[in-house]
């Protein structure tokens, strides 16, 4: 009788395992899911300049968490080092409609009948660009940081697309508009070492600190 008891129940318990593996697989996805959909960003920004900017005299560097100089943090998805400038990269990766203008504190995301509110791009790269005037001073002129806001093709833009934003690949003839020599190779290399010099480690407590400086920031 236990014998046939435990048969029974075996593939109940089995059954109920599958579920408590796929309730935990999606509670995961579902965590994870913001982290996600922003490195899927970073990596077509990243694709983009292998396959359209060839010149070695292009230098991306990917995710970088500097010190703000008021003991909070700001987190720059990709800077783009070249002769002819520097490319301050913003990357967002929403689908849908997207309603905003340069002045607005926040922009919306539109997906059917749902709304949903997010920074204004522009101001948020706005502060990338004054950190790095403030870590750079004594090596670039301020004029040579140009702001980059890139959306993925599946963002529609419903109000008129700002200045220095652009959708899937359309930044990259922007940078190459870009074509005189302003930034000596010896300046590169020093701004490169200034910025490996002052960057915080890549790790989940850098990326956890980063987030929290922003949370506060908002409740303030």
Known sequence: MEHSTIQLLSPLWSSLGWILLLFFGVMIFKLFKPFLKGKLGEFAVAAHVKLYLKDPQYILLNDLTLPDGTGATTQIDHLLLSPYGIFVIETKNYKGWIFGNERQKTWTQK????SYKFQNPIHQN?????????LLADIVEPDLLHSVIVFMPD???????????????????YVKSFDQQMISETKLKRIQLR?????????????????ENLMHLKQS
């Not at 997906?111 to 749902?114: L, P, Q, R, S």
């Not at 963002?155 to 003839?173: E, L, Q, S």
């Not at 910025?195 to 987030?211: I, P, Q």
């Open 155 to 173: 963002a529609v833009f419903k109000t008129p697309m700002p200045n220095h934003v652009f959708r899937g690949a359309g930044w990259i003839d």
């Open 111 to 114: 997906i059917y009948k749902n």
């Open 195 to 211: 910025l490996e010099k002052e960057v915080l480690e890549k790790s989940w407590k850098t990326n956890r600190e980063h987030v």
């Open 126 to 134: 706005y502060k990338h660009i004054k950190v790095l005037e403030q």
